[in-house]
């Protein structure tokens, strides 16, 4: 589970192009993500800091706590490794960051870092460095809203996972629906779609990484399905239900995510109604995913179809979000987000109807935008009629 | 899967007697795990962020994203529930915020805030409150450091949960070893008892909710436990293998650790020579966590045997750390933490020892503080000949 080399110069480049051209002498890096994109560590979050110091003049290490030190050098991180004994440690990660920086002639350097710093953070670093002027930069997060062909692969690899998880999970209650058992729990069908989509990826990679979750899933039926962002919960599915399997995977953190909505026996007039306007909307704003239209726009394109079918007070969330090295990422696609898209973008296309009491309804796919237009990665049928489980 | 009404209450008594004290006129609480202890609501956490209100009236709201509403109502969360759209939004969280805190008279309060929080949610908070005078507070932090009895009740539940799970990693291998199979790979032992710890927690709980996780797994032999935070791999376990069962489990966002090391098969000579090293130094670290003792103090103590066995190159980590509705919290029992132990503290003692190409060794267990010594809350049987699997 490697990308080429040939994808982190290509980056590093980027990156010290840009913040040479911006005047500052470095960029720290924080982030977990950002220093999974920018070097290949993917390494498991906690209190211990991991500092990603790239340098105008290409010079770089990664600072990380000593347990992780031959974790890093595994993975062929493209950086240095210097390593700080423990959190908080007698002498801090910031000191020890702090005198990194010292010994190359940079306390008073010129630094940029990304806002995503806590705050208690940032005054740690700011009290080893008082001679340092700190300023936000978005360079990164600018990198990371279009995706290289070499990460477009492996979104397109967890998005085959991803489509395979749901398939798990519809065969899971049609088989108990066939043997004559008692149907499922939400939880147990959520742990079966998780295991299977992991299985798949230790069947198909050597040294799995992630930086957050290798295989998610939130499955929720009838009034539980209500809630875009409940938890399973231990209800039997039943007939009669409407059904969200809302599926995630990645492959070296790329993330996707495969959602669809099923019926459990056949539908009523009203599960119909709702279900033809989620699944309208999710086409019409998919296709409106075209180079160049705002993110905004994209989305009032989509919502409008769910509140000009009168179900407007049904809405609870935006259509959707970018996917990268994060599961959620920008660009936003939501009326407050200007952003054009652009070739590369890999995005959600997921508005949802919802209903109180009654259930909820959301098709997802995840969407390359290309000079073509859309390209779904994500290619489980959407259909209703695809989608009845016959009970 | 609730704390009782006067838990929340006490609570609520204390900030609000500690912010007015400070002369604060209320608390903005934002990390998530703050969030659950104070008003009890456990969410997905996203990059919609949730704001809790506390005043130094009792006044108080939590802000929470429409997809949420619901779902922070279901949960009988201690505060009213009020709303934004979405994220970014047109009106974006923070000036919602600031709205309510307006409507308060609040434009040019002081206000307490925790330093969690983003140095990029902090300038837009800034930028909407521009009179505001915001100050960092670790009065939540404080509270945090020891628990009340009724959440001591769920850790030890969690705890339960988490014993269960390591038994069922070993019969796991047992079963494959009495039937002749091959072992299975450290993958699918992770999964295998993650289920198995989230099934007892489903089957045990009505509306179960977390913050991070329910339950989870790092599982890892031979010389991948030398990586004391890798990730399971594809290899598949083998007779002569040292592993390392490192779960945990929650109850209610409660969390506890449970971590034992087995082999397989005979031990040699150099895994009784490790065994015995770690054991020892978890043994005495562990009857050190005593009331009026310093974290420091106390993995000094811990770590000096594993030095004193002449194996101070196969340190990594320190002795352990505060567990409580975070997995990782204050107080780090760690060099650089003078905080002394105090009655009611959970701490893990995990004192490791990892030789590079041949194995690790941790055992862990969740170690509540009181006023009569250490209880440990995780009591899975500690001793090689009880942790050897035969073969």
């Known amino acids: 589970m490697h990308l080429p080399d040939s994808f982190y110069l290509g980056t590093l480049d980027r990156v010290v192009e840009r913040i040479g051209a911006a005047g500052y002498d470095g960029i720290l890096v924080t982030q977990p993500a950002d220093v999974a994109y920018l070097v290949g560590f993917c390494y498991a979050v906690t209190e211990r800091p991991v500092y990603l110091w790239v340098g105008a003049d290409r010079d770089r290490f990664v600072l990380v706590p000593e347990l992780d030190r031959q974790y890093a050098e595994q993975q062929r991180t ?46 740690k670093l700011g009290a080893a460095l008082p001679d340092v002027t700190w300023e936000v930069s978005d360079v990164v997060a600018g990198l990371r809203l279009t995706k290289a062909p070499e990460e477009i692969e492996l979104h397109r690899q967890a998005a085959d ?20 058992r008692e ?3 939400e939880g147990e069908i959520a742990r079966h779609v998780v295991g299977h989509g992991s299985d798949l990826i230790y069947q198909r990679y050597d040294h799995v990484v ?4 290798l295989a998610g899933g939130l499955v929720y039926a009838g009034p539980n399905a ?56 999710q086409h019409v704003g998919t296709e409106a995913m075209r180079v160049g239209r705002t993110c905004a726009d994209v989305n009032a394109e989509c919502l409008d179809v769910i509140r000009d079918a009168g179900m407007g ?30 070739a590369g973008m890999v995005l959600s296309s997921e508005p949802g109807v919802y209903v109180p009491g009654h ?27 695809e989608n009845v489980i016959a009970a």
Chains 1, 2 share one sequence.
């Not at 190359?104 to 705050?119: F, K």
Request: aromatic share 8%; with cysteine; hydrophobic share 35%.
């Open 78 to 123: 493209h950086a240095p490794v210097v390593t700080y004994f423990e959190y908080p440690g007698v002498t801090s990660p910031e000191e020890h960051f702090a005198d990194l920086l010292r010994h190359r002639g940079l306390a008073a350097g010129r630094v940029a870092y990304t806002s995503s710093m806590s705050v208690s953070t940032f005054g």
């Open 161 to 180: 996972i991803c489509d395979s998880m749901l398939a798990a999970g519809r065969a899971y209650i049609e088989e108990a629906l066939s043997a004559g």
């Open 183 to 185: 149907l499922p729990r």
């Open 210 to 213: 992630f930086t957050t979750k």
């Open 226 to 281: 209500a809630n875009p962002h409940g938890l399973p919960s231990s209800r039997r599915v039943q007939v009669g239900d409407t059904l969200i399997l809302s599926l995630g995977a990645s492959v070296l953190s790329r993330f996707v995510e495969s959602e669809r909505t099923f019926v459990i026996g056949e539908p009523s007039a009203d599960q119909r109604r709702y279900f033809e306007t989620a699944r309208s909307a």
């Open 313 to 342: 007070e049904y809405l609870r969330h935006r259509q959707g979000h970018g996917i990268g090295v994060q599961q959620h990422e920008a660009p936003w696609v939501e009326d407050g987000d200007p952003t054009p898209l652009a």
């Open 359 to 385: 259930g909820g309804y959301r098709i997802s796919d995840t969407v390359l935008v290309t000079d073509g237009g859309p390209e779904r990665l994500t290619t489980y049928p959407r259909t209703i009629e």
